[in-house]
């Protein structure tokens, strides 16, 4: 994938091992333009700095929730649940390795395939983007036209739980 996705941090995994203390990995979101929607489109737990665990794990401290927003799409699968879920204040800047069509993610749903959404396969945290809103996330059409791009299209297999 050439462009990286903007997306907004809705949710977060406990860490284990050596990410005991800290956020292990977290539910990332693309924003529906049409219904302002927040639809899951990865699970990522790459990219980070051993500081910007830290870091974000105290900078999101600040945004916890009670229980996800009704305008948060995902699949209520294990695994795919977070641990704790966040209010919409924080966008990323994610790159990754391509895309592919995902029964876990809800990315686009309807606009690639009519029953499964679109996941970033391998995604890698760049940066936050201070500068970005969600409001101004890429969108899930975004992330469709990127999928529709590629040279080769990846069909995800039935058990895809970790995109």
């Known amino acids: 994938v050439g462009d990286s996705s903007d997306l907004v941090v809705v949710g977060a ?30 699970k990522i737990g790459t990219g980070f700095s051993e500081e910007d665990l830290v870091n974000l794990h105290k900078s999101l401290q600040a945004h916890i929730i009670d229980e996800p927003r009704p305008y948060y799409k995902w699949t ?17 800047e994610v790159k990754a390795a391509d895309l592919s069509i995902s029964p876990v993610h809800m990315s686009g749903v309807g606009l690639v395939d009519s029953a499964k959404g679109i996941a970033l396969r391998f995604p890698r945290y760049l940066r936050t983007r201070d500068d970005k809103a969600p409001d101004g996330a890429t969108t899930s059409r975004q992330v469709a036209d990127m999928y529709n791009a590629q040279d080769l299209k990846q069909e995800a297999p039935a058990s895809d739980g970790e995109n």
């Open 13 to 42: 995994y406990t860490g284990r091992g050596k990410r005991t203390g800290v956020f292990g990995a977290y539910l990332c979101a693309c924003l529906d333009a049409e219904s302002g929607d927040l639809q899951s489109v990865c």
């Open 76 to 92: 209520e699968k294990p695994g795919v649940s977070p641990d704790v879920w966040f209010d919409a204040k924080e966008v990323w």
